[in-house]
């Protein structure tokens, strides 16, 4: 059964190809508002003016992005999850898109009824790749956090249970992963997380698996 806590919600789509476009947006139809577009530009035009909460790309309008339209588009739409879907691509394309501010890269080999999921994850503050993608972007960040001194104290209030979460997460294990690791219910570990967030100051998943990276 769907979540339908997202009825209602504004979701841009935007795939050139007309065919897969009317595919995708009838399996998405039920439970959002699916506004669909083969251009970028008349896309970004209207977000700008409706700020949709979702915007899922084509990732063919980003192949070899000289114009850093990615990145214009989330800085255009600031309110607005960006989630790319595509045939499979390289890992460092998928981080690039990580990068100039997508929160997530759907393989369209995956059956359409997962994007469903995806988008929920990404709804809600989390990004959606595979599992080899964040541990890739992490090691790339190799710059110091700069921890500040709430941050540091904040890490004392953390209590055991988060902390093993947080040190899973840095790893890029999956709430399910984690759920079986400790022996938990998926419901718990996102509990966990909604408490480490809320301490740490921290944004999101991606941010919270960077800063632990960065303190082993």
Same mark, same amino acid.
């Given at each position: 059964?769907?979540?339908?806590?997202?009825?209602? %919600?504004?979701? @841009?789509?935007?795939?050139? #190809?007309?065919?897969?476009?009317?595919?995708?947006?009838?399996?998405?139809?039920?439970?959002?508002?699916?506004?669909?577009?083969?251009?970028?530009?008349?896309?970004?035009?209207?977000?700008?003016?409706?700020?949709?909460?979702?915007?899922? %790309?084509?990732?063919?309008?980003?192949?070899?992005?000289?114009?850093?339209?990615?990145?214009?588009?989330?800085?255009? %739409?600031?309110?607005?999850?960006?989630?790319?879907?595509?045939?499979?691509?390289?890992?460092?394309?998928?981080?690039?898109?990580?990068?100039?501010?997508?929160?997530?890269? @759907?393989?369209?080999?995956?059956?359409?009824?997962?994007?469903?999921?995806? =988008? #929920?994850?990404?709804?809600?503050?989390?990004?959606?790749?595979?599992?080899?993608?964040?541990?890739?972007?992490?090691?790339?960040?190799?710059?110091?956090?700069?921890?500040?001194?709430?941050?540091?104290?904040?890490?004392?209030?953390?209590?055991?249970?988060?902390? #093993?979460?947080?040190?899973?997460?840095?790893?890029?294990?999956?709430?399910?992963?984690?759920?079986?690791?400790?022996?938990?219910?998926?419901?718990?570990?996102?509990?966990?997380?909604?408490?480490? @967030?809320?301490?740490?100051?921290?944004?999101?998943?991606?941010? =919270?698996?960077?800063?632990?990276?960065?303190?082993?």
């Amino acid at each position: 059964m769907k979540d339908t806590s997202t009825t209602q %919600c504004d979701l @841009f789509l935007v795939i050139p #190809e007309q065919e897969h476009l009317a595919e995708v947006r009838s399996r998405l139809s039920d439970v959002y508002a699916v506004s669909g577009f083969s251009d970028i530009d008349t896309m970004q035009a209207l977000a700008i003016e409706k700020n949709p909460k979702l915007i899922l %790309c084509h990732q063919s309008l980003f192949e070899e992005d000289k114009n850093n339209k990615l990145t214009d588009l989330a800085r255009r %739409c600031p309110d607005s999850r960006i989630m790319i879907i595509g045939p499979p691509r390289p890992m460092a394309i998928q981080i690039a898109a990580l990068k100039q501010g997508a929160r997530g890269y @759907f393989n369209n080999e995956l059956p359409l009824s997962k994007l469903h999921d995806a =988008l #929920e994850v990404i709804l809600h503050g989390e990004v959606w790749v595979e599992r080899h993608v964040i541990a890739g972007l992490i090691d790339e960040l190799t710059h110091s956090p700069g921890i500040s001194e709430q941050q540091e104290q904040a890490l004392e209030t953390l209590s055991p249970k988060e902390l #093993e979460v947080a040190k899973l997460v840095s790893h890029g294990a999956t709430n399910k992963m984690i759920a079986r690791e400790m022996d938990i219910t998926e419901r718990t570990v996102k509990a966990h997380l909604t408490n480490i @967030f809320q301490k740490m100051g921290l944004p999101d998943r991606l941010s =919270l698996a960077i800063f632990f990276r960065d303190l082993r």
